[in-house]
């Protein structure tokens, strides 16, 4: 590649993630379905005919932003299973792996959020194939497994759609969570709750909430796994 078409291509993909981060911020307010073109491009701050040297439709991008969302995700689930020992070691990383994630990247989560049951086939079904292209990377982790000998195939793999379900469902909770505002924060003269009622709840114990319930619905997965074949 000459010097000149390397430069080309670095603006090209410049271009292609202006695109990508600026209709991330616009799906902060709304459903991809409603997503404009122009609107778009006029928030990457590029002409209208740019963004087809890039995707072919609104929702072809939003295909391009659920590999970016997911993608990443493999490989850290992907190490929890395999380089833990024990349940409760387990919980505890794919918990503080999705706080760290959602943390991270909070625009991401909710995209996919909204849009997993949203009205953008393509973008519906892109988020379906990679998340079971997540349970058969944990069905397969989970296998190798002594606690699974006896399983079946079939069974094994809705084992890991479960995990999943609940690693995913985690996920949203802890958006929510850090997204939570108190009634107080939203009404100052509200600032005290009325006698006999409990004040309302800050973000940082909505946190606390969700770690809480991801660990017991985890440990239940995992003693129900241990006593599947009895």
Same mark, same amino acid.
């Given at each position: 590649?000459?010097?000149?078409?390397?430069? +080309?291509?670095?603006?090209?993909?410049?271009?292609?993630?202006?695109?990508?981060?600026?209709?991330?911020?616009?799906?902060?307010?709304?459903?991809?379905?409603?997503?404009?073109? @122009?609107?778009?491009t006029?928030?990457?701050?590029?002409?209208?005919?740019?963004?087809?040297?890039?995707?072919?439709?609104?929702?072809?991008?939003?295909?391009?932003? !659920?590999e970016?969302?997911?993608?990443?995700?493999?490989?850290?689930?992907?190490?929890? $299973?395999?380089?833990?020992?024990?349940?409760?070691?387990?919980?505890?990383r794919?918990?503080?792996? %999705? *706080?760290?994630?959602?943390?991270?990247? #909070?625009?991401?989560?909710?995209?996919? *959020?909204?849009?997993?049951?949203?009205?953008?086939?393509?973008?519906?079904?892109?988020?379906a194939?990679? $998340? /079971?292209?997540?349970?058969?990377?944990?069905?397969?982790?989970?296998? *190798?497994e002594?606690?699974?000998?006896?399983?079946?195939?079939?069974?094994? @793999?809705?084992?890991?759609? !479960?995990?999943?379900?609940?690693?995913? %469902?985690?996920?949203? &909770?802890?958006?929510?969570?850090?997204?939570?505002? #108190?009634?107080?924060?939203?009404? #100052?003269?509200?600032?005290?709750? #009325?006698?006999?009622?409990?004040?309302p709840?800050?973000?940082?114990?909505?946190?606390?909430?969700?770690?809480?319930? &991801?660990?017991? +619905?985890? /440990?239940?997965?995992?003693?129900?796994?241990?006593?599947?074949?009895?």
């Amino acid at each position: 590649m000459s010097h000149t078409q390397g430069i +080309r291509q670095v603006r090209k993909q410049k271009t292609r993630q202006a695109l990508l981060d600026a209709a991330l911020l616009l799906l902060e307010e709304q459903s991809l379905s409603g997503l404009g073109l @122009r609107e778009v491009t006029r928030a990457a701050g590029v002409a209208p005919t740019a963004f087809y040297r890039h995707f072919r439709d609104p929702a072809d991008l939003g295909v391009a932003l !659920v590999e970016q969302a997911l993608d990443s995700l493999h490989g850290t689930i992907g190490a929890i $299973l395999t380089a833990t020992d024990g349940d409760e070691e387990r919980i505890d990383r794919t918990v503080r792996a %999705m *706080a760290e994630y959602v943390r991270a990247y #909070p625009a991401h989560v909710r995209f996919i *959020a909204r849009e997993r049951h949203g009205g953008v086939r393509p973008v519906r079904e892109a988020i379906a194939a990679q $998340l /079971r292209r997540f349970s058969e990377e944990v069905a397969s982790a989970l296998a *190798a497994e002594p606690v699974s000998a006896g399983w079946s195939p079939d069974d094994l @793999r809705m084992l890991a759609d !479960v995990y999943v379900d609940q690693t995913v %469902m985690t996920a949203s &909770a802890f958006l929510d969570a850090a997204e939570h505002r #108190p009634e107080t924060e939203r009404h #100052p003269e509200t600032e005290h709750a #009325p006698e006999g009622e409990h004040p309302p709840e800050t973000a940082a114990e909505a946190e606390r909430r969700v770690v809480s319930a &991801a660990r017991h +619905r985890l /440990r239940l997965i995992a003693l129900g796994r241990r006593h599947w074949l009895n």
